[in-house]
């Protein structure tokens, strides 16, 4: 009776320990500062739930371990943790635990906007619920699924996917009120056409199920910022934008509401820094990451189900073995017409287990092409930008001299310039984000530069052309940075464009003076950058005589350049080097330059490409 009584106790004590961790784990998941305390709190739950035999707890607690890893740590970290869990799962046969991984890794990739990828994951993770766990709730899956189309814009698929997630006999109220936010984004999308009503009612019936559950939920906060839009009230629109809990969210709806306010500088500069971050923590190593293990997930399923149906052979052997007398004949006809079933299932298993591990080569032959073919696309790049710096006419005195880097084997920066008569045209541009999307908006913005300086105009109204061109049907959202300048060799008058580059570094004491320069950053009109509003109008200024004062322009990727330790180049080490010895050539200045930041990156990877242009009339 005692040793009962003992046993109930630390039951219940376990129990105890268990309710607190599992409150200790949702209160501190919101908080990213608490990073170190989450994961000791949620390992000791982990090992708790699996004392318990609780295993729906244990994996529920795993999976948030790796999205609050994703959120407050790293991607990286958080792909380490669901590998973990995959290797975890199809070591101990865990079909709930191939489940959970399916849908945390999907999860992950639909964060990091690889939605082909995730989107994939989410119906697997639905068949594969389907299947193996159909008492399961596949509310979750499909709410992420919502998610997914909206970002796509499939209004359609938006309501079809929220009406199977209130379908689900099991949805909790969570997962119910998830459901009718989505529905009010549906209504978003087409709302300029039809009208603001739909998502009126969405949202009423939003604001109805949130009051009667008494729960509130991320994604009201961001419809609260739609809602006061809808009704006009912009003031409040911006206020709730800037209390947004999330970076992410915080940034891309507080550039909306400066847009929506037609507070040009504002918006474009939350917008910078929106696109800054998210691009910060969507970096293509992780995304790889991403793609392998998807791939590992499938080959673990393919292994799991094929080694399901070996057991059931071995137990239909056992058993037939054990028949007697008449039995046998009915047991031998019941094996092996479930034996032939048996037998065709496996191939069917073992099919996909080939087909995964055929699909890994085919991934490998794929990168390898893909890698040929970016060296040939950085060859094609390379080649739109002039690389020949001392064609010009002696008599023109001009010393120019520029360098193009990118981060990755294509990129988004961009140069050029051209001697037309006695006129003197040249550029110096970044495209928001990397990569192959950035370095096609690069070849257009070269192009189109090249096309409409050589007729004569003005950099404020190249400036101007190149934004009505890009800025039209631009659903991606990229951007250019650009200094557009013109120079009349005979005068000496520089006439320039700042459509929200960063401002170029002058130097100041004249060349036959002697001794080192003073260098500084020329004051520039707050023009937005290229491509984000149509119909917007550039301010053009001038220098009255830029001769005989060396000139040095340049992507953030000098400045912002990081070390191991995340700190920065910055603008005070670029001042100082450029200000640290006399002017020789622009050739010169450029490779002080790259040397400088070269040694103060060290052997961090390159953050962003990185682009310079150093211009001296003589």
């Not at 047991?331 to 191939?347: D, G, S």
């Not at 084997?409 to 040249?426: C, I, N, S, W």
């Not at 101007?464 to 009349?488: C, K």
Request: hydrophobic share 40%; with cysteine.
């Amino acid at each position: 009776m005692l040793c009962l009584q003992v046993l109930f106790a630390s039951a219940q004590a376990d129990t105890a320990v268990i309710h607190q961790l599992t409150k200790d784990m949702y209160r501190l998941y919101p908080n990213g500062d608490s990073a170190e305390v989450f994961m000791q709190t949620t390992d000791r739950l982990m090992a708790a739930a699996q004392k318990a035999g609780d295993d729906d707890l244990y994996w529920r607690t795993w999976s948030n371990q790796a999205t609050y890893a994703s959120r407050h740590i790293s991607r990286e970290r958080a792909m380490e943790i669901t590998k973990a869990m995959t290797r975890y799962a199809k070591e101990h046969d865990s079909k709930l635990g191939l489940y959970t991984s399916t849908y945390t890794n999907a999860t992950l990739a639909s964060s990091m906007r690889m939605e082909r990828q995730a989107e994939e994951m989410f119906l697997e993770a639905i068949r594969y619920q389907k299947q193996y766990l159909p008492e399961r709730n596949a509310a979750p899956d499909y709410l992420a699924l919502a998610k997914i189309y909206y970002n796509r814009r499939e209004k359609d698929r938006i309501l079809e996917m929220c009406e199977k997630a209130l379908a689900e006999k099991d949805i909790v109220p969570a997962q119910r009120l998830s459901a009718w936010c989505y529905k009010c984004f549906a209504a978003l999308i087409d709302m300029e056409e039809h009208g603001s009503d739909e998502f009126l009612g969405y949202y009423d019936e939003m604001k109805r199920v949130a009051k009667e559950t008494g729960l509130t939920a991320s994604l009201m906060e961001i419809l609260e910022v739609y809602h006061a839009q809808v009704k006009g009230d912009y003031a409040r629109m911006l206020t709730l934008a800037q209390n947004l809990r999330t970076r992410v969210d915080r940034l891309h709806m507080t550039a909306y509401a400066y847009t929506c306010q037609g507070r040009w500088e504002e918006a474009y500069k939350t917008f910078s820094e929106y696109k800054r971050y998210s691009d910060s923590i969507n970096n293509e190593s992780v995304k790889q990451m991403a793609s392998e293990h998807n791939l590992a997930l499938d080959v673990a399923k393919a292994e799991n189900e094929a080694k399901d149906l070996r057991i059931a052979n071995q137990q239909l052997l056992l058993f037939s073995s054990i028949g007697i007398g008449g039995l046998v004949i009915v047991f031998l006809a019941v094996y092996l017409y479930r034996h032939r079933k048996h037998e065709k299932a496996m191939e069917t298993a073992y099919s996909k287990l080939e087909d995964a591990y055929e699909r890994l080569e085919d991934t490998t032959a794929a990168k390898e092409r893909i890698e040929s073919e970016l060296r040939i696309a950085r060859e094609i790049q390379m080649s739109m930008v002039p690389q020949v710096f001392t064609n010009f006419p002696p008599e023109a005195g001009i010393d120019l001299y520029a360098s193009m880097t990118p981060a990755k084997e294509v990129g988004g920066d961009l140069y050029d310039f051209f001697l037309q008569g006695q006129k003197l045209y040249f550029c110096v541009g970044d495209v928001s984000g990397k990569g192959v999307p950035a370095s096609m908006t690069m070849a257009v913005a070269v192009n189109l530069f090249r096309t409409v300086a050589k007729e004569g105009f003005p950099p404020e109204y190249i400036a101007t052309r190149l934004n009505d061109t890009l800025a039209t049907d631009n659903g991606t959202g990229m951007f250019v940075t650009m200094f557009i300048a013109e120079i009349d060799l005979a005068t000496g008058r520089m006439n320039f464009c700042n459509a929200g580059h960063n401002p170029p570094v002058i130097l100041e004491r004249p060349l036959e003076q002697g001794g080192c320069p003073r260098a500084r950053f020329i004051q520039v009109e707050a023009n937005v950058p290229i491509g984000l509003w149509a119909s917007y109008e550039f301010v053009g200024e001038y220098i009255e005589d830029i001769r005989r004062r060396p000139l040095f322009i340049y992507t953030d990727g000098v400045t912002e350049a990081e070390n191991d330790k995340q700190e920065q180049y910055g603008e005070d080490q670029l001042i100082q080097q450029l200000s640290g010895c006399p002017f020789a050539h622009a050739q010169d200045t450029i490779d002080r330059v790259r040397s400088a930041v070269t040694l103060h990156v060290g052997s961090a990877q390159p953050s962003d490409d990185m682009t310079m242009l150093c211009l001296c009339i003589r």
